[in-house]
């Protein structure tokens, strides 16, 4: 029998995510962990994204995953050789010519042959200079954002490096969609969900995190699958958008609205406080 779970207080906050990322949930941790189960066996976390909920819990055992190849790979390194990413990072430039040049690397037949380290650096580092923080591609699967304007990004946070390499050092990481956890979930296991968001109109859609996309059907799929794993009496955790889909699909589920301030788009006009919901399966 595995121990149970118990997260971590939040004064006991030992790192913080590595990389900005849509949808990140560091503004929102006290509701999430105000909402999540006071013990479970198991932490899964399929949309593993900039891990705000994860890092501040530091659940073991967990088991983090996502479809997105590069994201994967720099957990991964930071898991397995931070000091290696440490150096290599320490190289980089904040420079036009040098970002673009860095940025479409993935345009070459060579790229896939980089070593994890350099793929993982040249993640962080378009990360940290490009324009708002956004993480995006186009169809081929190529990070396409243009350089952003800064006075003096940091691009190296060592401190911050560490700490991570240290909380993710018995964590299991995986690259794949995210119904392949219904094969490794059981009874009292917890699954954090943070998927692209549902769009709640027509201009507000952004889901090119991955060549894939993710459409209505795939928050249908999601639906479907957090009814399987209800039956099957794992807890979850569902982040969305406050959509008439996402209300519809979840109705049978306790639902919180909770105000969350959108940080990253690509119009400052849109930037602010948005009303999104929390879904679980369970009450605390």
Excluded at 9 to 29: D, E, R
Excluded at 65 to 85: A, G, M
Excluded at 194 to 221: C, H, L, N, V
Aim: glycine content about 4%; proline content about 6%.
């Amino acid at each position: 029998m595995l121990k149970k779970t118990v997260p971590i207080p939040i004064a006991n906050v030992a790192c913080k995510p590595f990389l900005k990322w849509v949808g990140g949930k560091t503004q929102l941790l006290p509701q999430l962990i105000a909402r999540s189960p006071k013990q479970f066996e198991r932490y899964f976390e399929p949309f593993i994204g900039g891990g705000a909920l994860f890092f501040r819990l530091q659940p073991q055992p967990a088991f983090i995953s996502d479809i997105n190849p590069e994201l994967i790979n720099c957990y991964k390194v930071v898991r397995d050789d931070v000091h290696s990413l440490i150096k290599d990072l320490s190289q980089h430039i904040y420079e036009k010519d040098y970002y673009y040049a860095l940025r479409n690397a993935d345009r070459s037949a060579e790229f896939s042959q980089w070593p994890a380290t350099q793929r993982a650096s040249r993640l962080l580092y378009l990360n940290k200079t490009c324009f708002n923080g956004l993480y995006r591609v186009n169809a081929a699967g190529q990070f396409n954002v243009p350089i952003g304007r800064y006075r003096n990004p940091k691009i190296l946070d060592e401190k911050n490096l560490l700490a991570c390499s240290q909380a993710l050092r018995h964590t299991q990481i995986i690259q794949a969609e995210f119904t392949a956890i219904e094969q490794s979930v059981r009874k009292d296991d917890f699954v954090y969900f943070d998927p692209p968001y549902a769009p709640i109109s027509e201009t507000s859609d952004f889901t090119s995190y991955t060549k894939q996309g993710f459409d209505s059907a795939m928050q249908e799929t999601l639906s479907q699958l957090c009814k399987t794993l209800d039956q099957q009496g794992v807890k979850f955790m569902v982040s969305n958008s406050n959509a008439p889909l996402v209300l519809d699909l979840y109705k049978e589920f306790n639902i919180t609205f909770v105000e969350a301030s959108r940080t990253i788009n690509s119009k400052s006009a849109k930037r602010g406080k948005i009303k999104e919901v929390l879904i679980t399966n369970y009450r605390r």
